[in-house]
């Protein structure tokens, strides 16, 4: 079977992994720290490397999951627009523009149109761009991932009475697919 990788950060890692456990399409997940290289964010533009990174690794079937469904999910968790932690790391460069165009789509949603009905471009003096929304979101390239131990992954699953800030019975009832 063919499968992909695919790593987020942001939030509780662990967290994380006992969403996208049960979700059809991902054959597995696992927790770890890894770095990624020309890592860039809508906040700081510069690509800069990133070290020891805690993510979550997950192994998805690309003819049953989506990269975007599997990111939509991620936003739908942890807000881009207050979360500076979170990322999204991809292994391969055929993932790199399908990440950046979703990316993008969450970075500008609310925004005003900078080209008019009439193919104009609109520069208004007036506007405050202190005041915009910021999205937080970092992107790059995958560069080495360590798993966690053993005796670390799946935390929730293995202490389903430990508290968890997402209701994660809750969001798992809410899912459609």
Known sequence: MYTKKIYFSGGDVRELQEIFND???VTN?????LSAVNVHSYVE???QDLENISSVEITFNPKKM???MLMDI???VL???ADKTLGVYYRTGEDEPQVELHVNFIANRGKEPVVSKACLTIN???SDYKRARKCFIRV???KNFVAAPESEQNFFGKNPEKKTDIDLTKFKNSLRF
Do not use: W
């Not at 997940?29 to 720290?33: D, F, L, M, S, Y």
């Open 140 to 142: 790059g390239r995958m």
């Open 66 to 68: 989506d990269l975007s």
């Open 124 to 126: 208004d003096p007036n």
């Open 74 to 76: 991620l936003f739908n």
């Open 45 to 47: 533009p510069e690509p």
């Open 79 to 81: 807000n881009p627009y």
């Open 29 to 33: 997940t696992a927790i770890g720290t």
């Open 23 to 25: 979700i059809p399409g």
